[in-house]
């Protein structure tokens, strides 16, 4: 066995290799001082660090600079355009406006004035809610979907008649059944979040290679093995895309769904800044959106990566 | 010899978009208790297809397959299949995957710490120990294939059916499975069928060798009885003139009867 034994093994260390040369060295020239081999190693060394940061340097500013470059032409365009005046502010009166927004973005003035920390906190909430209701319902019929034929027949006319409608539309009716704005919100968003995540998690199960359910069965496995040893974590990456797309469409609907029914939140305020004229406020609003979508959604996709196992 | 499995006039027809496709017609063999088979064929002929069907991962659309004198209705540990294409599931680790079928097979009759002795056994048998832990990615394709192996040889199986599971591998390690094989076949006595193309291979492990007619509606074309004594050395058999004639008999077969054409 000793040919497959050394297979597994993972070959030796560069490093390894490199000190064995200077062990070499040292025995091959005896006469040369001893300090002179330890002065050229003390150099290498320094020269490989150096080198070592030098390449890291470069590819940082590969990494970061184009998108810096990007931002300064954005900011660049948008200071161009309104030099004239106008009603769009300018870059500088935006960027004083959010010096002073977030000096405090956690005051409380009474319930329609408080800072944009709680707005943006109030939004993510309702998010939160829909979106985890939408999961416990969606995710579990999307198992049932995916394993029973008939159902997905059944269900399919009806979701592909459904998917479509902006769930804005739905609105009207999560404000007849609740009788409040704030269950009426998180309803959208409900509604809008449980399609991505029952179509991606059927596909799933309907995608589990037929390798790892021969596998089942030629063990045998019972229903509650297969479900945990196998379907769930197979279709779990699936699961995740569901989850990153209905999470994404979910803050694109909040903003408008809360701009129709008031209160707290970020869709309100945007509104409220419009109905005050503070156009400033309205274009700060608009960075703190994409930045809370972006961050979100590279969250996600963290997790997603953290479980795809087929690619790495 | 006692017949373990019996092969009746089976077929196997699938439904394609473009029709009925007669992948296997008129199979009739009895594979007897503790023999080593090697099913040989060109690639598409339908060797997979037989061992699915003996495993109980599909039916045959005609005819009748026995084991112990009843019915195949579906898989089942006894008879263990080495897939192809390794099977491994990538979330666990070669351990975790192991364990799940030394968990299936012994779980309700043996003790935590005895499950554990067999799954670090059956790895150790292909010489896998150091890579308990890591996952099929982190794993060569050859020692994806010897956990493959593992997880078969680790139920203990009355009856082996392995896929070309030696395809993947080196001639070097392919050489050491095989002698590790057919010492475990020896020790447990188990049966075994192996799908192979390589002439060698089928020759070097097998009792007897069948050979498939080109698909479609492939079938048996013949069957040659290896009568070399065990154990074999493969040094030794180069130059054994039995070997040589086996050897000949199926690439004879192989390369004269059932000629590929060029598609
Ligand atoms: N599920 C299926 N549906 C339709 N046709 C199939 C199916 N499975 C196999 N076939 C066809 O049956 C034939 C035999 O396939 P099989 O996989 O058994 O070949 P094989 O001898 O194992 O080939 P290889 O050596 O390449 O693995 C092929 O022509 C294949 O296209
Ligand atoms: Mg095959």
């Given at each position: 066995?000793?040919?497959?034994?050394?297979?597994?093994?993972?070959?030796?260390?560069?490093?390894?290799?490199?000190?064995?040369?200077?062990?070499?060295?040292?025995a091959?020239?005896?006469?040369?001082?001893?300090?002179?081999?330890v002065?050229?190693?003390?150099?290498?060394a320094?020269h490989?660090?150096g080198?070592?940061?030098?390449?890291?340097?470069?590819?940082?500013?590969?990494?970061?600079?184009?998108?810096?470059?990007?931002l300064?032409l954005?900011?660049?365009l948008?200071?161009?355009?309104?030099?004239?005046?106008?009603?769009i502010?300018?870059?500088?009166?935006?960027?004083?406006?959010?010096?002073?927004?977030?000096?405090?973005?956690?005051?409380?003035?009474?319930?329609?004035?408080q800072?944009?920390?709680?707005?943006?906190?109030?939004?993510?909430?309702?998010?939160?809610?829909?979106?985890?209701?939408?999961?416990?319902v969606?995710?579990?019929a999307?198992?049932l979907?995916?394993?029973?034929?008939v159902?997905?027949?059944?269900?399919?006319?009806?979701?592909s008649l459904?998917?479509?409608v902006s769930?804005?539309?739905?609105?009207?009716?999560?404000?007849?059944?609740?009788?409040?704005?704030?269950?009426?919100a998180t309803?959208?968003i409900f509604?809008?979040?449980?399609?991505p995540?029952?179509?991606?998690?059927a596909?799933?199960?309907?995608r589990?290679?037929q390798?790892?359910?021969n596998v089942a069965?030629?063990?045998?496995?019972?229903?509650?093995?297969?479900?945990?040893k196998?379907?769930f974590?197979?279709?779990?990456?699936?699961m995740?895309?569901?989850?990153?797309?209905?999470?994404?469409?979910?803050?694109?609907?909040?903003?408008?769904?809360?701009?129709?029914?008031?209160?707290?939140?970020?869709g309100?305020?945007?509104w409220?800044?419009?109905?005050?004229?503070?156009v400033?406020?309205?274009?700060?609003?608009?960075?703190?959106i994409g930045?809370?979508g972006?961050?979100?959604?590279?969250?996600?996709m963290l997790?997603?990566r953290r479980?795809?196992?087929?690619?790495? | 010899?006692?017949?373990i499995v019996?092969?009746?006039?089976?077929?196997?027809?699938?439904?394609t978009k473009?029709?009925?496709?007669?992948a296997l017609?008129?199979?009739?063999?009895?594979?007897h208790?503790?023999?080593?088979?090697?099913?040989i064929?060109?690639s598409g002929?339908?060797?997979?297809t037989?061992?699915?069907?003996i495993a109980?991962?599909?039916?045959?659309?005609?005819g009748?397959?026995?084991?112990?004198?009843?019915e195949?209705?579906?898989p089942g540990?006894?008879r263990?299949v080495?897939?192809q294409?390794h099977?491994?599931?990538?979330?666990?680790?070669c351990?975790?995957?192991?364990?799940?079928?030394?968990?299936?097979v012994?779980?309700?009759?043996?003790?935590?710490?005895?499950?554990?002795?067999r799954?670090?056994d059956?790895?150790a048998?292909v010489?896998?120990?150091?890579?308990?832990?890591?996952?099929?990615?982190e794993?060569?394709?050859?020692?994806?294939?010897?956990?493959?192996?593992?997880?078969a040889?680790?139920m203990?199986?009355r009856i082996l059916l392995?896929d070309?599971?030696?395809?993947a591998?080196?001639?070097?390690?392919?050489?050491?499975?095989q002698d590790?094989?057919?010492?475990?076949?020896?020790?447990?006595?188990a049966t075994m069928?192996m799908?192979?193309h390589?002439?060698?291979e089928?020759?070097?492990?097998?009792?007897?060798?069948?050979m498939l007619?080109?698909?479609?509606?492939?079938?048996?074309?013949?069957?040659?009885?290896?009568?070399?004594a065990?154990?074999?050395d493969?040094?030794?058999?180069?130059e054994e003139?039995?070997?040589a004639?086996?050897?000949?008999?199926?690439l004879?077969?192989?390369y004269?009867?059932q000629l590929?054409?060029?598609?």
């Amino acid at each position: 066995m000793s040919a497959t034994a050394t297979m597994g093994v993972a070959p030796a260390p560069a490093a390894d290799e490199s000190d064995a040369k200077v062990v070499d060295l040292k025995a091959a020239r005896p006469a040369a001082g001893k300090g002179e081999t330890v002065r050229s190693a003390a150099a290498r060394a320094r020269h490989g660090a150096g080198a070592a940061l030098r390449g890291w340097l470069r590819a940082l500013a590969g990494a970061v600079l184009p998108p810096l470059a990007g931002l300064a032409l954005l900011v660049g365009l948008w200071h161009l355009a309104t030099m004239n005046g106008g009603g769009i502010p300018s870059p500088g009166k935006t960027w004083d406006a959010a010096v002073t927004i977030f000096a405090d973005p956690f005051y409380q003035a009474g319930p329609n004035d408080q800072g944009i920390g709680w707005n943006v906190l109030a939004s993510l909430q309702r998010v939160a809610v829909g979106f985890g209701i939408a999961a416990l319902v969606g995710i579990p019929a999307g198992f049932l979907l995916g394993r029973f034929a008939v159902l997905s027949q059944m269900m399919n006319p009806i979701i592909s008649l459904l998917r479509p409608v902006s769930p804005l539309a739905w609105l009207p009716i999560g404000l007849l059944v609740f009788q409040r704005a704030d269950p009426a919100a998180t309803w959208t968003i409900f509604i809008c979040s449980i399609w991505p995540m029952i179509l991606n998690t059927a596909q799933g199960v309907t995608r589990v290679p037929q390798d790892y359910l021969n596998v089942a069965r030629v063990l045998n496995l019972s229903e509650w093995k297969v479900f945990t040893k196998i379907l769930f974590p197979a279709v779990l990456p699936y699961m995740l895309t569901g989850i990153r797309l209905s999470i994404g469409t979910a803050w694109l609907v909040i903003v408008a769904a809360e701009m129709l029914t008031g209160g707290v939140g970020i869709g309100f305020w945007v509104w409220d800044e419009w109905n005050n004229l503070k156009v400033e406020h309205i274009i700060i609003a608009i960075f703190v959106i994409g930045i809370v979508g972006l961050v979100l959604e590279q969250a996600l996709m963290l997790v997603a990566r953290r479980f795809n196992y087929e690619n790495r | 010899m006692k017949k373990i499995v019996r092969i009746e006039n089976v077929g196997q027809v699938f439904g394609t978009k473009n029709g009925p496709f007669t992948a296997l017609q008129g199979i009739n063999l009895d594979i007897h208790e503790g023999e080593s088979i090697a099913l040989i064929g060109h690639s598409g002929c339908g060797k997979s297809t037989l061992l699915n069907l003996i495993a109980g991962l599909t039916r045959p659309t005609s005819g009748v397959m026995l084991c112990d004198g009843r019915e195949i209705a579906g898989p089942g540990p006894e008879r263990a299949v080495v897939f192809q294409n390794h099977s491994l599931l990538p979330w666990l680790t070669c351990y975790d995957n192991v364990h799940l079928a030394v968990d299936r097979v012994f779980g309700a009759k043996e003790g935590k710490a005895r499950l554990k002795q067999r799954t670090q056994d059956a790895l150790a048998l292909v010489g896998l120990t150091h890579a308990e832990t890591k996952f099929p990615h982190e794993i060569s394709g050859g020692m994806k294939q010897r956990v493959g192996i593992a997880r078969a040889l680790s139920m203990e199986p009355r009856i082996l059916l392995m896929d070309e599971p030696f395809g993947a591998l080196d001639a070097l390690t392919r050489a050491t499975l095989q002698d590790e094989l057919v010492k475990i076949v020896a020790a447990t006595k188990a049966t075994m069928v192996m799908v192979t193309h390589d002439v060698d291979e089928a020759v070097l492990l097998s009792d007897r060798v069948v050979m498939l007619t080109n698909g479609p509606a492939a079938t048996i074309g013949e069957i040659l009885d290896v009568k070399l004594a065990r154990p074999r050395d493969r040094l030794a058999l180069a130059e054994e003139p039995e070997f040589a004639h086996c050897r000949a008999a199926v690439l004879d077969f192989l390369y004269k009867k059932q000629l590929k054409r060029a598609a």
